[in-house]
């Protein structure tokens, strides 16, 4: 059982624009507690006429969120059968560094959507997320579609390399082995491979709101893929995750402004998450297994 603390690793984690930071390979995504973290995890769109390409994207259930960000200058990946396609020409993992170049998108006001086909194993969707993060392209817009056939967006910022850190100065966040090791952050594994889907967003709801109770935030949300889970299971499982924490931020904004939670302003969405950050980690299992 942790200890009351009122400041804790992941609440002490602070990177600008940052929905998400990410270690490959055995490491850590971790959400942070911008405002801008909230600003178009889910979009719906009327027309969905092209949007997948063919692709058969998972299906996301329906959420608050709505995108509302620019896409006109997105770069489009589209991944099935371990084959990539990058606005409509087929490409290698090697090319993604020249296409990236000479396209021009800026690593954080430019974005990459990844249409991912639903049965697409993992391990070639982290190939490609490494990449791009070799060449600091690092926003991700993981792309499913609601029950009704509209568009629904998931978004990340993957972490710099190593080398792209230290030249940009940026901080790297800690890899989860070593947070627990360290034994002092309370870690609630979910492991993708299971797919239990909506009982995960229970799972986190009752876990923090323990912590919540105990004025505590040394607390993370550890979620696991191994190479052969399917991207649905991955995108799936973490969707709800993160709707574990929109519960109770949703709840926290109706008892202190009796308003709701995706239309507060920057003033009250700092008090909102304020003790609560989003400390979520997604940890990929070593090369071999665990």
């Not at 058969?56 to 371990?82: C, H, M, Q, W």
């Not at 989860?176 to 609630?188: F, Q």
Request: hydrophobic share 35%; proline share 3%.
């Amino acid at each position: 059982m942790m200890t009351n603390k009122k400041s804790g690793w992941p609440g002490k984690v602070k990177v600008a624009m940052a929905i998400a930071g990410a270690v490959i390979c055995g490491a850590v995504i971790i959400q942070c507690n911008s405002k801008l973290d909230e600003q178009g995890i889910i979009s719906k769109t009327k027309s969905t006429e092209g949007f997948t390409q063919g692709i058969n994207v998972p299906v996301l259930p329906e959420s608050a969120y709505r995108f509302k960000g620019d896409s006109t200058d997105a770069l489009r990946f589209y991944i099935a059968k371990d084959k990539l396609t990058i606005n409509g020409v087929n490409r290698e993992l090697k090319e993604i560094a020249s296409v990236i170049e000479s396209g021009g998108v800026p690593s954080l006001s430019g974005h990459i959507e990844l249409i991912v086909d639903k049965d697409q194993k993992m391990k070639f969707v982290r190939d490609v997320q490494m990449e791009l993060r070799k060449v600091d392209r690092r926003k991700i817009h993981y792309v499913g579609q609601t029950n009704q056939g509209g568009k629904a967006e998931s978004i990340i910022l993957l972490p710099p390399t190593p080398e792209n850190a230290a030249r940009n100065g940026i901080a790297t966040q800690p890899n989860i082995s070593d947070i627990e090791n360290d034994g002092k952050t309370d870690i609630l594994k979910i492991d993708v491979g299971q797919n239990d889907g909506i009982v995960n967003q229970r799972k986190v709801y009752d876990f923090v709101t323990k912590h919540m109770k105990a004025k505590s935030t040394d607390y993370v949300v550890s979620t696991k893929f191994d190479d052969d889970d399917t991207y649905e299971e991955y995108l799936l499982n973490v969707f709800y995750v993160k709707e574990g924490f929109h519960q109770l931020y949703q709840e926290r904004s109706q008892q202190m402004f009796g308003k709701d939670y995706f239309t507060i302003d920057q003033k009250e969405f700092k008090a909102v998450r304020e003790g609560v950050p989003m400390a979520i980690s997604i940890a990929e299992a070593p090369e071999g297994g665990e």
